[in-house]
């Protein structure tokens, strides 16, 4: 499910946010995992029978939306498939029977792309981009620090006319980032215009960049500082680098800290884990149940990085990841939850490589936070609710440089808490 924009959705590098949406709790296949093969020399064929017992084997439910798949079987195979086109076809109908939209098909190249975008790193160059409002141009937001985009010299402001050749104005941000991206170790050449100076042309070459998905800051409250991190979601760098934030600000002497997960989608359920134990050092994270009733759950295990008091913000857009992170914060007393109601996904999707590069995402089990409740469709209500009136998100909207400051309601909120825990671990000692 793709939703719609929202003032607090921070741009990324390169963002793939059209597969990694607020649906994605995502999972990998147990080591030893194979792939059945019915050895039919029809490879269509073969795609097909491989999804239909991915599904009957790790679907989260038995009855598969109450459909006779085994039915659905018999019919996927007594078709004939003159190109994997129309396999995919097939594959993509017979998964509508089970109602479920986290369960679905990617082809070889949405696949990569998911593959990409999880892992945290995308070839590239290196620079944050954006439609300018006003002039539709392709603009440099930020060049990330060794990146071929800041060795070459590229800064805020400057605008990319052409890319290898080929004019990108009227492009949306997701297709010029395509003609950008590439291998590592590859040449794409741009087209620049920078205020106050000629149009030049510039020669990169792409490398692997690890995308960052955290910011942070230390923020003057009064006579104290506090550590404001902003995660963007959960790639599988979520955890170090959210730790080098903790660690990083606690150096500059913070007193507390926020953790902003507004508008994060989700992403890896390890790293969901990962990052709970950062603040927790003891005591249930979240409860994962597969089809047949097995669970397992997942608990802190002393590796906190601090103890110094937590406010989390979320709102409707924090899903998934997200919320198995609140729910662990949340349920372990370990912060105070602050904005409007979390999403409601409580569901985990498994990632299947399939025989010809594409992947197949599967609804694998259910998850419970730490007290065992359900919050699918349902979400998690914040301990304070400070809801945006439509004047305070426009002005958020229009000002993404006010998130995160006192002009936003919610942090403001979030810092107002922060500021009396700290008050009350300083009369405490």
Known sequence: MNHPS????ILRFFSLSSLMTASTVL???PPGYSIPSLGLKDSPKVLVDEVWQIVAK???DGTFNHSDWQATRRELLSKDYSSKAQAYEAIRAALKKLNDPYTRFLDPQKFTELAQQTSGELSGIGARLELDKTTKALTVVEAMPNSPAFEAGLKSGDRILAVNG??????DVEKAVGLIRGKPNTTVKMKISRPGAKVFDVALTRKVIQVRIVTSAVKQ??????GYIRLAEFDDHADEQVKNAIQSLEKQQ????ILDLRQNPGGLLSMAVEVSRLWIDEGAIVKTVVRDGGSATDEANRTAVTKLPLAVLVDGGSASASEIVTGALKDNRR???VGTKTFGKGIVQQV?????????NVTIARYYTPNGADIHHKGILPDVAVPLTNAQAKTLADNPKLIGSPSDPQYAKAAQIVLKQIQGVSQSE
């Open 6 to 9: 929202h003032p607090l959705r």
């Open 27 to 29: 999972s990998t296949p």
């Open 58 to 60: 790790t679907y989260v």
């Open 166 to 171: 080929t004019p990108v104005r009227g492009l």
């Open 221 to 226: 409250e009064g006579s104290n500082r506090i």
């Open 254 to 257: 913070v007193k507390g800290f």
């Open 335 to 337: 912060a105070i939850v």
């Open 352 to 360: 299947n490589p399939l025989s010809d590069g594409s992947g197949l």
